[in-house]
């Protein structure tokens, strides 16, 4: 092979190089596709996530509770089902709580289609609670929630006392926040359908 063709061959080798790398600046216009394309399966993400938050709402809407009570026995809300159900947050330090308390035990004696759960929302242990329920009896059933991992599927108590009634059919009928009186949850019970309070009660 002459120089010249030497030359010439090189020349067109240089230029077929130049060639095959040209297409690598446009890495930021494949860039820009990848961008489009990740965001396009972001929405996707997005979307299909969009019914997992609507099902807490549902679950939070029909809660569910399974707790250990102090004298040694475990609510679950499901059994209660087909009962109007009076989920009452509440604390031995708190005042109004403690007046609502009898009321609330007398509700749950004298109403067969009402039950009551209290759950006391601090840092107490099961004896400490027990020596109180001596002094404050109730007739309802009394869990101590932990403050650090309270129910998932109720709201974190802002103030005390915070009541939920619970209609028969797992969802919640109304919340109450602050004190609650017998009149009040049975009032309610009847606008979400169910039995009308006795005359004069």
């Not at 009962?83 to 947050?89: G, I, L, P, T």
């Not at 998932?152 to 802002?158: G, L, S």
């Amino acid at each position: 092979m002459t120089r010249t063709n030497k030359f010439a061959s090189l020349a067109v080798a240089i230029a077929m190089l130049a060639a095959c790398k040209q297409p690598a600046a446009p890495t930021t216009d494949t860039a820009k596709p990848a961008t489009a394309a990740a965001a396009s399966t972001a929405a996707a993400a997005s979307t299909a996530a969009a019914p997992a938050s609507a099902q807490v709402r549902a679950t939070k809407d029909v809660p569910t509770l399974t707790i250990a009570t102090v004298d040694g026995k475990q609510f679950d809300l499901a059994a209660h089902r087909g009962k109007w159900v009076v989920v009452n947050f509440w604390a031995t330090w708190c005042g109004p709580c403690l007046k609502e308390m009898p009321a609330l035990s007398a509700l749950d004696t004298m109403r067969e289609h009402i039950d009551v759960v209290g759950l006391a929302y601090e840092d107490t242990t099961p004896a400490e609670m027990q020596a109180f329920l001596k002094k404050h009896p109730v007739s309802y059933p009394i869990a101590i929630v932990d403050v650090y991992d309270p129910p998932k599927d109720f709201e974190t108590p802002a103030g005390l006392p915070m009541t939920y009634l619970i209609g028969p059919d797992g969802k919640v009928a109304k919340r109450f926040v602050g004190p609650v009186e017998p009149h009040d949850i049975e009032a309610a019970i009847a606008a979400n359908g169910g039995p009308q309070p006795p005359k004069g009660a």
